[in-house]
């Protein structure tokens, strides 16, 4: 690698919310569901390596870009190949837009992540019955590991394994808004109040915009990395939502179970669920979970939200305590605010776009960004939907483990369209790059 080259992967940006939630709470539930992925069926994994009882949707296969007509494919696109999806970019999701939804008893659905890891969308014109397990919990492993645990998607990565010999030793942070720090070994967060062991909170009790957890930062005490955040997932349906018996919908914090040593199991937060419904039911032997790693010590919890005009049976075993509502907004729109960095520079250097949809895998082969020289570098911000005279903070974390955060210019223009900038340090290699606004 080249000692003079910047590889920037830039994250998903991400709105700290503190009024913002699901608005225009109506009665009647409309997914805009067109029923175009079919009703949901079980297919069994097969293959090396496949689980018994286990089906994972591969989200890569979700058609992206343009469709036949030459016109981008947003979420309300309908899925050209049954059962497959389509990724929208600008709503940051994989969307599946079922007749019906069935979750068999003794079933268990995982997914495989895509480029950018967004979070998953299931839409359905009709009832949604969960007796089965649907898993978006972040990788746990056992045992001596120098394995980059996975986040679930729509969410981040712990930081990188130290005292490996493959990757750089000393604390290393997580990634995400709530990423824990590179000084002292943290846990990451999501809906927690920051703290001495935790890292930034973000998010809004309505899981609008749909975001997952943020990863643990590396433990210098052991060769693994810190846990990766719980995934998200939406499940909206016209009618009636049903989760019973033994089903289980987990959306839990990563962990590394390194020889028992809580003291070095550097969790990722848990997750965000959102349930959608005209009737929502559960009964007590159901389980709905958004938890991080064990949590017995560390309660790095997640969100979970619960929309319906009815509500039937039991909400025991929903941890953490959902927040309840009316069913409200389900997908961003043109009028929901969006901050991002759209270029970047250093020193006078040339300026250099960033993708619109970045892809943030942490792969120099495949950085959303390429810089030749290193130093201070200019970010420039963009937000759409918020108000001028706002202050951005810019989160980068670099593949070595070190993170510094910053704050950009006010925000100038108009409600539609204002623009800041930000100035942070770059060294050689990877950094992963994020801007959040407080609203």
């Known amino acids: 690698m080249n000692a003079s080259k910047i590889f920037a992967s830039v994250c998903r940006s991400v709105l700290l919310v503190g009024c913002l939630g699901v608005t225009a709470a109506q009665a009647q539930v409309v997914t805009g569901s067109d029923g175009s992925d079919g009703a949901f069926v079980f297919v069994q994994d097969t293959g090396p390596g496949a689980l018994a009882n286990t089906m994972t949707i591969d989200l890569g296969l979700a058609a992206s870009g343009l469709d036949g007509m030459g016109q981008p494919i947003t979420w309300q696109t309908s899925s050209p190949v049954i059962g497959r999806g389509v990724y929208d970019p600008f709503a940051w999701g994989v969307v599946f837009k079922y007749t019906t939804v069935d979750v068999p008893a003794g079933k268990t659905v995982r997914f495989w ?23 978006l919990s972040g990788q ?10 996975a986040p679930g998607p729509g969410a981040f990565h712990g930081g990188t394994p130290g005292n490996s010999g493959q990757y750089p030793t000393g604390a290393r ?10 000084i002292s070994r943290q846990h990451g967060a999501f809906a927690v109040s920051p703290s001495a062991s935790y890292g930034s909170a973000y998010g809004s009790a309505g899981n609008f915009p749909l975001i997952g957890g943020s990863g643990g930062s590396g433990p210098e005490c052991l060769q693994s990395s810190g846990g990766g955040g719980g995934g998200a997932i939406l499940i909206a349906c016209n009618q009636r939502l049903a989760v019973l018996g033994s089903a289980r919908i987990f959306a839990n914090g990563g962990w590394h179970a390194n020889f028992g040593n809580d003291g070095c199991e550097f969790h990722g937060s848990g997750g965000a669920i959102r349930l959608v419904a005209a009737t929502f039911v559960k009964d007590a032997t159901s389980l709905i979970n958004a938890k991080a790693g064990p949590a017995l010590v560390h309660p790095n919890d ?20 959902p927040s309840l509502d009316l069913p409200g907004i389900l997908m961003p729109n043109v009028s929901t605010p969006v901050v991002r960095v759209t270029s970047i520079r250093v020193g006078a250097g040339t300026t250099i776009s960033v993708p619109v949809d970045p892809r943030a895998d942490f792969l120099p082969t495949s950085a959303d960004v390429v810089l030749d020289s290193i130093g201070n570098a200019t970010l420039f911000l963009e937000a ?6 706002r202050t951005g903070f810019v989160r980068v974390g670099a593949f070595n483990g070190q993170l510094q955060t910053a704050s950009s210019t006010p925000f100038v223009g108009t409600y539609a369209l204002s623009t800041a900038t930000a100035t942070v340090t770059l060294s050689p290699g990877m950094h992963a790059m994020q801007v959040r606004v407080v609203l």
Request: hydrophobic residues 35%.
């Open 140 to 149: 746990k492993v056992s045992g001596a590991s120098v394995e980059w645990l």
């Open 173 to 182: 942070c997580g990634y995400g808004p709530g990423g824990g720090g590179s």
């Open 384 to 389: 759409r939907n918020i108000q001028p005279g």
């Open 113 to 135: 992540g895509r480029a950018a890891n967004p979070p998953v969308v299931w839409l359905a014109q009709g009832d949604v019955t969960i007796r089965g397990v649907i898993d």
């Open 302 to 321: 997640g969100r979970i939200r619960i929309e319906a005009s009815t509500f039937e049976g039991s909400l025991v075993n929903v941890n953490p305590t």
